[in-house]
């Protein structure tokens, strides 16, 4: 089982930024980003295949950018124009290729977007 380590998060105002990083114990098909609000499901918010493929979710799409080091095993994800409804813990996340693979999770990190 691959280890994930995180680091980043924190406080910040409306229209701020934020950087996640993530590093992974060895290299891994896909990495990536989910975030879970209170009382909601987790969700989806980025993740990157080792060639480089991305995924998005709609309400992050021009705001957040995610890209990763293949050398290093890391993945970081660059939150820009921040908003509330960003506020969540935010999970980073890998799996082997195919659709039945299980995910590997970090322990989370908190990100609050609030003035």
């Known amino acids: 089982q691959v280890q994930l380590v995180e680091s980043g998060g924190g406080s910040v105002q409306p229209g701020g930024s934020l950087r996640l990083s993530c590093t992974a114990s060895?290299?891994?098909?896909?990495m990536g980003w989910y975030r879970q609000a209170p009382g909601t499901q987790r969700e989806l918010v980025a993740t990157?295949?080792?060639?480089?493929?991305?995924n998005y979710a709609d309400s992050v799409k021009g705001r957040f950018t995610i890209s990763r080091d293949n050398a290093k095993n890391t993945v970081d994800l660059q939150m820009n124009s921040l908003k509330a409804e960003d506020t969540a813990v935010y999970y980073c996340?890998?799996?082997?290729?195919?659709?039945?693979?299980?995910?590997?999770w970090g322990q989370g990190t908190q990100v609050t977007v609030s003035s």
């Open positions: 060895r290299t891994i098909f896909s």
């Open positions: 996340t890998a799996r082997e290729f195919g659709p039945l693979t299980a995910r590997a």
């Open positions: 990157i295949t080792i060639e480089g493929s991305t």
